[in-house]
């Protein structure tokens, strides 16, 4: 069993930055893989970043490759996401994720249902 909590969203301008954190509790958080996803009001859950297990490999949406980084300390059991020259459709609630599906996950981490744990969300809403 994994809990996830997401923290670091907030209102920005655009242009800003933000550094959103998802503390992971619960054992073997090294063995997940994790994502982020965000869903804004009205759209479907969409898929933003993930990062193997290792820190090996790293996947970014092409709508914010360049602008956002994801990243993990394994040792602080915490997934990061550094958001960078935000837009307006930036705005949406960011979820953070874990997987436990191994070589799954390695195909299909742009998937929502490749992950068995999601934390409660974290609202970032960037203004024009």
């Known amino acids: 069993q994994v809990q996830l909590v997401e923290s670091g969203g907030g209102l920005v301008q655009a242009g800003g930055s933000l550094r959103l954190s998802c503390a992971a509790s619960g054992r073997s958080f090294s063995n997940y893989g994790m994502g982020w996803f965000r869903q804004a009001p009205g759209k479907e859950r969409e898929f933003v970043a993930a990062i193997s297990w290792s820190s090996g490999n790293t996947y970014h949406a092409g709508s914010v490759k360049g602008r956002f980084t994801i990243s993990r300390d394994n040792a602080k059991n915490t997934v990061y996401l550094q958001m960078n020259s935000l837009k307006p459709e930036d705005t949406a609630v960011y979820y953070c994720?874990?997987?436990?599906?191994?070589?799954?996950?390695?195909?299909?981490?742009?998937?929502?249902?490749?992950?068995?744990?999601w934390g409660q969300g974290t609202q970032v809403t960037v203004s024009s």
């Open positions: 994720a874990a997987s436990s599906r191994g070589p799954y996950y390695a195909i299909n981490y742009h998937r929502t249902g490749t992950y068995d744990y």
